[in-house]
């Protein structure tokens, strides 16, 4: 574990707060070189209406995962997220992990684990160190 995982991560879990999702609001932040590079929450794409649920309480399929917003951020941004540290409140599903592994990202910290495993799975076959942290 590194000095500032805590902090990145509680800082994860207030940005996660912005998400408009009811069933999970999940926070993300890229940090690379002890710099906040990138962030994002749980939500809908730019222009969609901030409701992540249907009428039944199932999350709608086009809502944007925090992992997808903050690497789509940085990829905006013109930042390199090559070698950098993704903290999420939440662990990796598989079609996030396909985008941290593209996207250069070498380390994870997650805080709670998610139901399924495959995509801390694929991170670790990738070889990207991956890390929970209460």
Request: aromatic share 8%; proline share 2%; glycine share 8%.
């Amino acid at each position: 574990m590194e000095k500032f995982d805590h902090s990145y991560l509680q800082m994860a879990a207030i940005w996660a707060q912005n998400s408009y999702c009811k069933r999970r609001k999940v926070g993300a932040l890229i940090v690379k070189d002890k710099m906040i590079i990138s962030d994002g929450y749980n939500g809908t794409p730019s222009g969609f209406e901030n409701i992540c649920e249907d009428e039944n309480g199932i999350t709608k399929p086009y809502v944007l995962h925090a992992e997808a917003n903050a690497i789509t951020k940085v990829a905006k941004s013109g930042n390199s997220s090559q070698g950098a540290t993704l903290y999420v409140t939440a662990s990796p599903c598989l079609e996030c992990a396909k985008l941290i592994i593209q996207a250069g990202i070498s380390r994870v910290v997650y805080r709670d684990e998610y139901r399924l495993t495959d995509g801390v799975d694929l991170l670790r076959k990738a070889g990207i160190e991956v890390e929970q942290v209460d």
